[in-house]
Protein backbone atom coordinates (compact mmCIF):
# COMPACT_ATOMS: atom_id res chain seq x y z
CA UNK A 1 0.00 0.00 0.00
CA UNK A 2 0.55 3.42 -0.11
CA UNK A 3 1.18 5.38 2.98
CA UNK A 4 2.61 8.82 3.80
CA UNK A 5 3.17 9.99 7.57
CA UNK A 6 3.87 13.83 9.12
CA UNK A 7 2.73 15.00 12.46
CA UNK A 8 -0.64 16.24 13.13
CA UNK A 9 -0.07 19.72 14.85
CA UNK A 10 3.17 21.50 15.43
CA UNK A 11 3.17 25.29 17.13
CA UNK A 12 6.14 27.65 17.11
CA UNK A 13 6.85 31.67 17.64
CA UNK A 14 7.54 34.40 14.94
CA UNK A 15 11.24 34.21 14.11
CA UNK A 16 11.88 30.88 15.05
CA UNK A 17 12.77 28.10 12.30
CA UNK A 18 10.40 24.90 12.82
CA UNK A 19 11.41 21.63 10.71
CA UNK A 20 8.39 19.58 9.95
CA UNK A 21 8.94 15.81 8.67
CA UNK A 22 7.39 13.51 6.41
CA UNK A 23 8.01 9.46 6.30
CA UNK A 24 6.37 7.54 2.96
CA UNK A 25 6.32 3.73 1.97
CA UNK A 26 5.57 3.98 -1.80
CA UNK A 27 5.51 1.12 -4.53
CA UNK A 28 7.15 3.65 -6.56
CA UNK A 29 8.88 6.55 -6.23
CA UNK A 30 9.40 9.98 -9.13
CA UNK A 31 9.61 12.80 -6.75
CA UNK A 32 8.27 14.53 -3.64
CA UNK A 33 6.78 17.44 -3.14
CA UNK A 34 5.97 19.87 -0.53
CA UNK A 35 2.96 22.11 -0.48
CA UNK A 36 0.85 25.03 1.96
CA UNK A 37 -2.84 25.29 2.14
CA UNK A 38 -4.37 28.11 4.16
CA UNK A 39 -7.78 27.47 5.80
CA UNK A 40 -10.35 27.48 2.75
CA UNK A 41 -7.88 27.59 -0.09
CA UNK A 42 -6.15 25.98 -2.60
CA UNK A 43 -2.73 24.24 -1.96
CA UNK A 44 -0.01 26.19 -2.97
CA UNK A 45 3.50 24.49 -4.35
CA UNK A 46 6.31 25.59 -2.20
CA UNK A 47 9.21 22.47 -3.00
CA UNK A 48 10.15 19.67 -4.93
CA UNK A 49 12.99 17.15 -4.22
CA UNK A 50 13.68 14.12 -6.87
CA UNK A 51 17.03 13.38 -5.61
CA UNK A 52 19.04 13.11 -2.31
CA UNK A 53 19.74 16.60 -0.31
CA UNK A 54 18.51 19.64 0.42
CA UNK A 55 16.73 22.18 -1.85
CA UNK A 56 16.37 25.60 -0.72
CA UNK A 57 14.01 28.43 -1.59
CA UNK A 58 14.14 31.96 0.30
CA UNK A 59 12.80 31.25 3.58
CA UNK A 60 11.81 27.35 2.84
CA UNK A 61 14.33 24.69 2.61
CA UNK A 62 13.69 20.74 1.70
CA UNK A 63 15.14 17.68 1.91
CA UNK A 64 15.23 14.27 0.62
CA UNK A 65 16.54 10.95 1.25
CA UNK A 66 15.24 8.25 -0.62
CA UNK A 67 17.21 5.53 1.22
CA UNK A 68 15.39 6.37 4.46
CA UNK A 69 11.98 6.71 2.81
CA UNK A 70 12.44 10.23 4.90
CA UNK A 71 12.05 14.38 4.19
CA UNK A 72 11.49 17.65 5.87
CA UNK A 73 10.47 21.07 5.34
CA UNK A 74 12.52 23.54 7.04
CA UNK A 75 10.87 27.01 7.42
CA UNK A 76 13.22 30.04 8.81
CA UNK A 77 12.21 33.41 10.76
CA UNK A 78 8.63 32.57 10.81
CA UNK A 79 5.78 34.74 10.36
CA UNK A 80 2.41 34.75 11.61
CA UNK A 81 1.27 34.04 7.87
CA UNK A 82 2.98 31.32 7.67
CA UNK A 83 0.34 29.48 10.05
CA UNK A 84 -1.08 27.07 7.73
CA UNK A 85 -1.38 23.00 6.93
CA UNK A 86 1.46 21.65 5.15
CA UNK A 87 0.99 18.56 2.71
CA UNK A 88 3.77 16.17 1.80
CA UNK A 89 2.88 14.80 -1.82
CA UNK A 90 4.58 11.47 -3.21
CA UNK A 91 4.53 11.33 -7.05
CA UNK A 92 4.59 7.46 -7.01
CA UNK A 93 4.58 7.05 -11.00
CA UNK A 94 6.21 8.43 -13.97
CA UNK A 95 5.74 12.07 -14.49
CA UNK A 96 2.22 13.65 -14.96
CA UNK A 97 0.41 11.23 -12.95
CA UNK A 98 -1.19 11.00 -9.17
CA UNK A 99 0.15 12.94 -6.12
CA UNK A 100 -0.47 10.84 -3.21
CA UNK A 101 -0.62 13.38 -0.35
CA UNK A 102 -0.42 12.74 3.58
CA UNK A 103 -2.93 14.20 6.40
CA UNK A 104 -1.29 17.46 6.78
CA UNK A 105 1.14 19.22 9.48
CA UNK A 106 -0.98 22.20 10.97
CA UNK A 107 1.37 25.02 11.87
CA UNK A 108 0.28 27.68 14.63
CA UNK A 109 2.67 30.43 14.62
CA UNK A 110 2.32 32.57 17.63
CA UNK A 111 4.10 36.08 18.47
CA UNK B 1 -2.91 33.89 -16.64
CA UNK B 2 -6.04 33.24 -14.71
CA UNK B 3 -4.46 29.48 -13.52
CA UNK B 4 -6.43 27.00 -12.93
CA UNK B 5 -10.55 28.00 -12.73
CA UNK B 6 -13.63 26.06 -10.59
CA UNK B 7 -16.90 26.19 -10.82
CA UNK B 8 -18.63 26.77 -8.69
CA UNK B 9 -17.20 27.89 -5.67
CA UNK B 10 -19.75 26.06 -3.53
CA UNK B 11 -22.97 23.32 -3.52
CA UNK B 12 -25.56 22.35 -1.38
CA UNK B 13 -27.20 18.84 -2.82
CA UNK B 14 -29.84 16.71 -1.08
CA UNK B 15 -28.74 12.88 -0.91
CA UNK B 16 -29.43 10.97 -3.80
CA UNK B 17 -28.96 13.75 -6.38
CA UNK B 18 -26.07 14.27 -8.88
CA UNK B 19 -23.95 16.64 -9.34
CA UNK B 20 -21.02 17.93 -11.93
CA UNK B 21 -18.32 20.30 -11.00
CA UNK B 22 -16.38 21.90 -13.72
CA UNK B 23 -12.53 23.15 -14.47
CA UNK B 24 -10.27 24.78 -16.30
CA UNK B 25 -6.97 23.94 -16.82
CA UNK B 26 -3.81 26.48 -16.99
CA UNK B 27 -3.05 27.89 -19.95
CA UNK B 28 -0.42 25.23 -21.59
CA UNK B 29 -1.64 22.39 -19.33
CA UNK B 30 -3.21 19.04 -20.96
CA UNK B 31 -3.71 16.93 -18.13
CA UNK B 32 -5.96 17.43 -15.13
CA UNK B 33 -6.39 15.63 -12.00
CA UNK B 34 -8.96 16.03 -9.44
CA UNK B 35 -8.95 15.31 -5.84
CA UNK B 36 -11.47 15.13 -2.49
CA UNK B 37 -10.33 16.71 0.50
CA UNK B 38 -12.42 16.02 3.52
CA UNK B 39 -11.76 17.86 6.80
CA UNK B 40 -8.58 17.90 8.39
CA UNK B 41 -7.55 15.27 5.77
CA UNK B 42 -5.30 15.49 2.95
CA UNK B 43 -6.24 15.32 -0.70
CA UNK B 44 -7.55 12.15 -1.79
CA UNK B 45 -6.69 11.40 -5.56
CA UNK B 46 -10.27 10.33 -7.41
CA UNK B 47 -8.62 10.40 -11.36
CA UNK B 48 -6.49 11.88 -13.76
CA UNK B 49 -7.33 13.23 -17.60
CA UNK B 50 -4.97 13.29 -20.75
CA UNK B 51 -5.66 13.96 -24.05
CA UNK B 52 -9.65 13.22 -23.30
CA UNK B 53 -8.96 9.79 -21.46
CA UNK B 54 -8.83 8.84 -17.90
CA UNK B 55 -5.49 7.65 -17.20
CA UNK B 56 -5.23 6.72 -13.37
CA UNK B 57 -7.94 6.25 -10.80
CA UNK B 58 -8.00 6.19 -7.08
CA UNK B 59 -9.45 3.90 -5.17
CA UNK B 60 -13.11 5.91 -5.51
CA UNK B 61 -16.42 4.15 -6.65
CA UNK B 62 -18.31 4.17 -10.08
CA UNK B 63 -20.72 6.52 -8.87
CA UNK B 64 -17.24 8.34 -9.45
CA UNK B 65 -16.69 9.57 -13.70
CA UNK B 66 -15.24 12.14 -15.41
CA UNK B 67 -14.46 13.59 -18.38
CA UNK B 68 -11.89 15.94 -20.31
CA UNK B 69 -13.00 18.30 -23.35
CA UNK B 70 -10.53 19.03 -26.71
CA UNK B 71 -9.53 22.05 -24.88
CA UNK B 72 -8.51 20.37 -22.16
CA UNK B 73 -11.26 21.70 -19.22
CA UNK B 74 -12.49 18.92 -17.40
CA UNK B 75 -15.52 17.65 -15.37
CA UNK B 76 -16.03 15.51 -12.38
CA UNK B 77 -19.84 13.91 -11.90
CA UNK B 78 -20.76 12.48 -8.78
CA UNK B 79 -24.15 10.37 -8.74
CA UNK B 80 -26.05 9.10 -6.34
CA UNK B 81 -24.98 11.33 -3.61
CA UNK B 82 -24.10 10.14 -0.08
CA UNK B 83 -23.58 12.35 2.82
CA UNK B 84 -20.03 11.29 3.10
CA UNK B 85 -19.37 12.65 -0.28
CA UNK B 86 -19.26 16.18 1.30
CA UNK B 87 -15.92 17.59 0.94
CA UNK B 88 -13.58 20.10 -1.13
CA UNK B 89 -12.90 19.02 -3.95
CA UNK B 90 -9.65 20.38 -5.94
CA UNK B 91 -8.79 20.35 -9.47
CA UNK B 92 -4.89 20.32 -10.42
CA UNK B 93 -3.01 20.79 -14.01
CA UNK B 94 -0.17 19.84 -15.22
CA UNK B 95 1.31 19.46 -18.39
CA UNK B 96 3.66 15.85 -18.66
CA UNK B 97 7.06 18.04 -19.28
CA UNK B 98 6.67 20.31 -15.70
CA UNK B 99 7.08 18.61 -12.15
CA UNK B 100 4.33 21.34 -10.77
CA UNK B 101 0.86 20.40 -9.83
CA UNK B 102 -1.37 23.75 -9.86
CA UNK B 103 -4.58 23.78 -7.78
CA UNK B 104 -7.61 25.42 -8.52
CA UNK B 105 -10.06 27.17 -5.41
CA UNK B 106 -11.86 23.97 -5.26
CA UNK B 107 -15.27 23.49 -5.13
CA UNK B 108 -17.13 23.03 -1.94
CA UNK B 109 -19.88 20.34 -1.84
CA UNK B 110 -22.37 20.04 1.36
CA UNK B 111 -24.58 17.18 0.90
CA UNK B 112 -27.81 16.92 3.02
Not at chain 2, 13 to 20: A, C, F, L, N, Y
Not at chain 2, 26 to 55: C, M, N
Amino acid sequence: GQNIDQPTEMTATEGAIVQINCTYQTSGFNGLFWYQQHAGEAPTFLSYNVLDGLEEKGRFSSFLSRSKGYSYLLLKELQMKDSASYLCAVRADQAGTALIFGKGTTLSVSS
Amino acid sequence: DAGVTQSPTHLIKTRGQQVTLRCSPKSGHDTVSWYQQALGQGPQFIFQYYEEEERQRGNFPDRFSGHQFPNYSSELNVNALLLGDSALYLCASNDDTNTEAFFGQGTRLTVV
